[in-house]
């Protein structure tokens, strides 16, 4: 047995925006903990991000095996720490009650009688004593109080910097200011093509942070908009493509039960929105099981979103639209990992999803059915268009995936995946390796950077 080292270096995992962070991190975080004398604590300043996330799933439980101490804003705003990701979770309650009486505050802080300043101070007061009497129960219940003075322990932190400008990651900007941070985009995407990688006037240049590109697309974006030096700009490609991590995630997974079909076509949740209402997604979903279900006779697996709860409209339109009484005949749900189902299926369906690049990374085509037009705040003059004129979110102007806004393209591209595999998948996977260039063993590049960085500045410190 080895003997254990005494961690020399302190980092933190800032979760924002909640597992979106930690997806991207947890491959860099297992190779940094390979070295042996590291301590990463997981950071949560968003109390939403650890109730969304399902505790049975695949995601929840590989971050529970790498974390240390996990670190997390409560909903009356004090910081806690847990021993581990399960006990924070348990921890950081939220009653319905406590719901009803923010959605009631917040609407009395910036509805429509928020212009009258007394509903507003009492919107303000409603929510104060709401999370007096939420921090009242936690302190009943002696939870582990953090100070977050000892942020500043730490030798580096993991994180994105295009969520440094929200609220609740204030902690980052102004008392963590002087630690060296190490970035990554949260989520897969053509980010390049997105508003916050496209501004008008170069920033004011900053050495504190190294960022690792995904695409060399976004070093402009992270040069002009982010203030990023030369010098601290590094392409990794994709660390969680990685066929080291992919083997471990499947390895690490829950066993398939026996309610996962051998062979089925993916959809990757999202919930409903401004740009998926509820009654489109409902014809979406429709037309989805009329093309996969009844006519090719296929059978659906549907990952759910994080933010599509089980209490809430999405799941209750799953349940209308495919039938409570076919579940578990030619469609279930599950919280694998989408690597482990996206080996399975067939191909994936999403209506916007970062996942479809995964999904290349194992040579997965992906449809995104998703119709925007007539959608003031997507279909106008700025919008993002395709070769036909339509608006498109990045993935779909990228060419990372199928694009279809009706039922008939729908119809012709599942008919091109079934009869005309390779042919199809094709050009999708070369637009993947030409924008993000993969290469194997990007994690390991990207930790062994970050700790010769970091004990480069302990040494100039000294």
Not at 251 to 266: A, C, E, G, H, R
Not at 375 to 395: A, K
Request: include cysteine; charged fraction near 25%.
């Amino acid at each position: 047995m080895h003997k254990k080292v005494k961690p020399t270096k302190y980092i933190l995992l800032w979760c924002t925006p909640g597992f979106g962070a930690l997806d991207i991190w947890l491959p860099i975080v297992k190779k940094l903990k390979e070295k042996g004398d590291i301590k990463i604590d997981f950071v949560f300043p968003e109390p939403s991000s650890l109730r969304l996330e399902d505790k049975q799933s695949d995601l929840f439980n590989l971050a529970e095996i790498l974390s240390d101490d996990v670190i997390y804003r409560s909903y009356s705003g004090f910081w806690f720490k847990a021993r581990t990701l399960g006990e924070a979770h348990k921890n950081n309650k939220y009653s319905v009650f406590d719901e009803k009486i923010k959605i009631a505050s917040r609407m009395l802080v910036k509805g429509r009688l928020s212009k009258y300043f007394f509903v507003k101070v009492i919107g303000k007061l409603i929510l104060s004593i709401s999370k007096y009497f939420i921090y009242t129960k936690e302190k009943f219940r002696l939870l582990n109080l953090y100070d977050v003075n000892l942020f500043n322990n730490a030798d580096g932190i993991l994180y994105d910097i295009v969520m440094e400008h929200k609220k609740v990651n204030k902690e980052l900007r102004v008392s963590l200011k002087n630690i060296p941070k190490f970035s990554m985009f949260h989520g897969l995407a053509a980010s390049w093509v997105m508003d916050q990688f496209i501004c008008d006037k170069f920033v004011t240049k900053r050495s504190d942070v190294t960022v690792y590109t995904m695409s060399n697309l976004e070093v402009s974006g992270y040069k002009k908009c982010f203030g990023i030096l030369d010098e601290n700009l590094v392409h990794s490609g994709i660390p969680r493509h990685d066929s080291d991590w992919i083997e471990f995630i499947c390895n690490q997974s829950t066993p398939v039960k026996d309610d996962i079909f051998d062979s089925f076509v993916l959809i990757i949740g999202r919930p409903a929105s401004p740009y998926n209402t509820p009654e489109r997604k409902k014809k979406a979903l429709r037309d989805i099981y009329d093309v996969v279900c009844i006519k090719h006779k296929l059978k659906l697996v549907v990952k759910m979103h994080p933010k599509e709860s089980d209490q809430g409209i999405d799941y209750r339109i799953y349940n209308e639209v495919f039938g409570v009484e076919n579940y578990g005949k030619n469609w279930t749900y599950s919280g694998m990992h989408p690597f482990v189902l996206g080996r399975k299926s067939i191909f994936s369906i999403t209506f916007f999803s970062g996942v479809a690049i995964d999904m290349l990374a194992i040579n997965k085509p992906t449809i995104e059915y998703l119709n925007l037009e007539g959608l003031n705040l997507y279909d106008n003059s700025d919008s993002l268009r395709d070769e036909f004129g339509n608006p498109v979110f990045q993935c779909r102007y990228a060419k990372l995936v199928l694009g279809a806004s009706s039922r008939l393209e729908l119809e012709r591209h599942v008919e091109s995946i079934l009869n005309q595999y390779e042919m199809t998948v094709s050009p999708l996977r070369s637009m993947y390796e030409k924008y993000f260039m993969p290469f194997d063993g990007a994690s390991k590049m990207v930790a062994n950077d970050i700790y010769k960085r970091i004990d480069t500045l302990k040494v100039k410190n000294i």
